[in-house]
Structures are given as structure tokens and as C-alpha cells.
């Protein structure tokens, strides 16, 4: 019986292939992301603004808000780590945060398969490193982009002609 316990206190370990569909494919800014990035302020408009929470999530876990921890996270599995009880009992705001990143992925796993299940998710990055591109359908994407204060992400659609 203590030895069920103890097993029941060090938790249970997330069974994941290699290849799951969770797992991001990282690829160099392709022709319609770099067409993107030179029309944004013509054919593109801001959703929301641009927010900062992924950064706050991203500190509160332990990672530097970049777009390269960004990668590191969506090339990795979910979870790569033990789901261990005594952790969250020891540690709970970081495995909160932790959790909420596990989240955050599987939501951006979403939008990127939104119009091809089938699709491997991809995010595009820059040759710098400094910018990300997360495409959400044909008419929306997500820019993640490392500025002084953190991470920020700004989500664009594309301007609908108004005839």
C-alpha cells in the first residue's frame, strides 16, 4: 500500500509520441510571410494591439520572453517533463505557469490547423531570430516579435474591401 502511495505522490508521466501533432515544425520565413511583413500597414489591420501576456506567462515559468524560447517551447512535447505531484506541491505558481504554457501551445496548435487538420503546424521565423509568424487560416496571422519589454504578439487580419 505504500508503495501505491508513494508512486500516487510522485505522479504520472504524459505518454506522447515523437511525432505529435502538437509539435511544431520551425521553417525560415516563407514567400507569403515575407510578402506579409512588407504589405502589414497596406493590406493588414491590427485585431487587438499588441499584448504582452504570453511574456508574463513565459517569466512566471522560468523562460526568457523571446521568440527563441518561443521555438524551444513549440518544438518540444508536451509536457517533457514528469507531471510530478510533490512538484506542484513544492512549486505550485511555476507549475501553474507551466501548465498555462502547455495550453497556450495546444491553442496556437488550433489556429494553425484551423483550415488543414492534416498540416503539420508551423511557425515561420526570421534569419534574426527576432520575429516569428504564426499563420491562422489565409486572411489572419499571428506576428510574435521580441521587443524591450518581452515578448509581444499582435494578431492581423486582412482588410476586407468595403465596396
Known sequence: MAVLWFGHLLGSRKRETTDSPSRFRIDPLDERSKAFLLERDTKWFSKDGVDFALSDVMRAAGLVPSVRS??????????AYFRW?????????????????????????ELATLDNTIAKPTLFVSDDGHVGLLWAGTNAVIVFQDAASGLQYTRYRVVQNQF
Do not use: F, H, Q
Request: glycine share 2%.
Open 70 to 79: 518561443l521555438t524551444d517551447l513549440l518544438a518540444s512535447s508536451t509536457p
Open 85 to 109: 505531484k510533490l512538484y506542484r506541491w513544492l512549486r505550485p505558481r511555476k507549475s501553474i505557469a507551466m501548465d498555462a504554457l502547455a495550453n497556450i501551445k495546444e491553442g496556437y496548435c
